[in-house]
């Protein structure tokens, strides 16, 4: 009789054991992590990042592009949660994260936040949405710029953004970021962000998304 009872207990904590795996299993088959190329994480939803996150997301996915090594190193601190690594910084992956959750639900809250975004956040806002390809995000935020520079000359458009026309060194060299000072530095990043953004406006104007083949096709329209 007391072997019985103990080969009852027994079975008992194998059936527990076996369905806590499956049930760990089945969690992890339903998220995923996106980390960014300065290594920090985000659990998520593996529907809601297929469905919100850009198509450089949903591709992967799709496709089964995780890495595996990182599944099975760590294991036991995401429960094997499949990873996608995405050439975003953590500040603009945080900002597409919240922007595209608030575009699934409301819109014109996301249409507030994106307005409420100082220059250079908006810029590196452009560039993430362009670099995981998000239509929607892309959609919204390069109609957040054109509205701010709509009607204004190319002129009125640097002095707003900050770009300061092309300055020459002696001998008509532009002086090497090398031998700047930081302050420098960081004004020539700023134009080159700032300058990347707003051909990627422009550059938007003229292309439209295939979904049979995820991609971002140019059209033979000319964005004016």
Same mark, same amino acid.
């Given at each position: 009789?007391?072997?019985?009872? !103990? ?12 369905? +806590?795996? $499956?049930?760990? +299993? ?23 990042? $297929? ?21 099975? =190193?760590?294991?036991? %601190? ?8 995405? !050439? ?10 919240? %922007?595209?959750?608030?575009? +699934? ?5 996301? $249409? ?8 250079? $956040? ?18 919204? =935020? %390069? ?15 640097? +002095? ?32 080159? /962000? ?11 104007? %003229? ?16 964005? /004016?």
């Amino acid at each position: 009789m007391a072997m019985g009872n !103990f080969r009852r207990r027994h079975t008992n904590k194998k059936d527990k054991r076996r369905r +806590a795996s $499956a049930m760990a +299993a089945k969690v992890a088959a339903e998220k995923v992590v996106l980390q960014s190329q300065d290594g920090v994480e985000w659990v998520v939803s593996k529907a809601a990042a $297929a469905s919100r996150y850009g198509v450089t997301v949903k591709a992967a996915i799709m496709s089964n592009l995780y890495d595996d090594d990182y599944v099975q =190193t760590r294991r036991s %601190c995401n429960m094997g949660y499949s990873l996608i690594r995405l !050439f975003v910084d953590s500040s603009d992956l945080a900002k597409v994260i919240h %922007c595209s959750d608030q575009l +699934a639900s409301d819109p014109g809250v996301a $249409a507030g936040f994106v307005r409420g975004l100082d220059h250079a $956040a908006l810029f590196d806002l452009v560039l993430a949405a362009k670099t995981l390809r998000h239509r929607g995000l892309l959609d919204l =935020t %390069c109609r957040t710029i054109k509205d701010m520079i709509g009607g204004k000359s190319p002129n009125q458009v640097r +002095a707003m953004f900050g770009i300061r026309p092309p300055q020459p060194g002696p001998h008509g060299k532009t002086t090497p970021k090398k031998l700047m000072t930081p302050d420098q530095k960081k004004q020539v990043e700023l134009e080159e /962000r700032a300058l990347k953004a707003l051909h990627a406006v422009r550059s938007h104007e %003229c292309t439209v998304y295939d979904p049979k083949r995820n991609y971002f096709a140019h059209t033979s329209t000319t964005p /004016r």
